[in-house]
């Protein structure tokens, strides 16, 4: 064959190739989406055609991951979580949901567009709520006042704490949410020992201490007035006059002061005992009464003059300083906050306030009894007061400077030698070897008589 026919049939069967490589390709159907595929919604939209016949399909170009495949496209490259993966429902799976919402703070954006604004499947064919019964969207569970709010839902008995613990953890302080319920519940959830042991360090009593007894993470819950709030259950359902208003402690003025509160219980403290203790010294508030009440409290034998933690003994013990007294019991003595008169038992002249309360007896008011007591002669405060006074005739001038009222200075308060009387300087006393130097028993050993003996 020559040269230029060999040409013409090679490009004859090139041409003829051609050919019919076009027609098979044209005869082929096409793979190419219909118009409105990427859309959200309609009828040739994608998410219709997924939930009805679900993902299959989309395998052949996109890849068995869904991540490109043949046509190079990822459906991740807008789905940000979506196909999901085998182990998306797998609790301890590396690519379980609840690490991917957490790595997302836990936005539900990517959740709603499948599963609806309220996660209830839309068109996602899946309700959240079919396996987190407590979770909802973000915006409601954490707004107070929403029907949806975590408080009104757990208040509403729908839900206890074991829901939580699925994401929260057993101990509710992060588990596989890594969200801690005490990043905004200082206290809550409760724990066992919370409400009822008081030797607990999770006793709430212990858990206040702790925080100088302010209640600002109690009142999230239980209210600002702490009776009962979005929870439903007031503080003072155990805790009568607890936990204190601004006016307890100091308002003397207030209705709510705690003078006219425990008058009006008729000084029962036993509301007071389960912080403050049995003693009142403090217990699990580490909180005395006695710091600002020197003696209230008052001890069960506080009455018994015989007992040495009676109210006599308290006075004894404590310069005879009637000020405490005052403080409930009033200025005059009358009744004061309390409502209770000295005068009922001290009905003489001056009442609380009568020298022989203190030393003297009816006879007169120089010792035996002395001011802490004592009757016998060879008690300093005792010594030979009666020779001098009812032997000699000496009135306590003599020897003494005699206040004018309890209260002058020199007396009880501004006292520069507390529990002593002062001597005149006139005979210049020496309390250490109780002998006057000058005076009666001047220049005269055979009269220097040592006070008690």
């Not at 060999?6 to 019919?20: F, H, N, T, V, W």
């Not at 206040?403 to 200075?409: E, K, L, M, R």
Request: charged residues 15%; proline residues 4%.
């Amino acid at each position: 064959m020559k040269k230029g026919m060999m040409c013409l049939a090679i490009l004859g069967s090139m041409i003829i190739l051609l050919g019919g490589c076009s027609k098979n390709q044209t005869s082929q159907p096409s793979k190419s989406h219909p118009e409105g595929w990427a859309r959200g919604s309609g009828d040739n939209s994608h998410a219709a055609k997924v939930v009805a016949s679900g993902m299959v399909s989309c395998t052949s170009c996109h890849g068995q991951d869904f991540r490109g495949g043949d046509s190079k496209v990822s459906c991740l490259k807008c789905h940000g979580s979506y196909p999901h993966p085998d182990g998306w429902i797998k609790l301890n799976a590396g690519q379980f949901h609840g690490n991917y919402l957490r790595q997302a703070s836990y936005s539900m954006k990517e959740c709603q567009a499948c599963h609806g604004q309220n996660l209830k499947a839309e068109r996602g064919g899946k309700i959240c709520e079919d396996c987190h019964v407590t979770h909802f969207v973000e915006s409601q569970w954490n707004a107070v006042g929403d029907d949806n709010f975590h408080g009104a839902y757990l208040k509403s008995g729908m839900a206890d704490l074991d829901k939580c613990r699925t994401c929260h953890g057993d101990d509710l302080k992060g588990g596989t949410s890594q969200s801690s319920c005490y990043t905004c519940h200082g206290t809550y959830p409760h724990s066992d020992d919370f409400a009822n042991n008081g030797n607990s360090p999770e006793f709430h009593g212990a858990f206040l201490k702790a925080v100088d007894y302010k209640t600002n993470a109690c009142t999230s819950c239980h209210g600002a007035d702490l009776q009962g709030g979005s929870s439903g259950v007031s503080c003072t359902s155990c805790h009568e006059a607890y936990p204190h208003s601004a006016s307890f402690k100091a308002d003397k003025n207030s209705a709510q002061f705690h003078g006219p509160y425990l008058k009006a219980n008729d000084y029962e403290v036993a509301a007071c005992s389960p912080c403050h203790g049995s003693d009142y010294q403090g217990g699990s508030s580490g909180k005395t009464c006695f710091k600002c009440h020197g003696s209230y409290p008052h001890s069960p034998t506080w009455l018994n003059k015989e007992d040495a933690r009676s109210h006599i003994g308290y006075l004894r013990g404590h310069r005879h300083d009637l000020q405490d007294c005052q403080a409930c019991h009033g200025d005059n003595y009358q009744g004061g906050t309390s409502g209770a008169s000295c005068y009922v038992c001290h009905n003489s002249a001056q009442g609380p306030e009568n020298c022989t309360l203190c030393h003297g007896s009816s006879d007169n008011m120089a010792p035996p009894r002395d001011t802490q007591g004592n009757t016998s002669e060879t008690a300093l405060g005792v010594g030979r007061h009666q020779f001098h006074v009812a032997d000699k005739k000496y009135t306590c001038l003599l020897c003494h400077a005699v206040p004018a009222s309890f209260a002058a200075p020199g007396h009880v308060y501004q006292d520069t030698t507390p529990g002593h009387a002062e001597v005149s300087s006139l005979w210049q006393w020496n309390s250490a070897t109780a002998t006057c130097v000058t005076g009666c028993h001047e220049n005269n050993p055979a009269k220097n008589f040592v006070w008690n003996h």
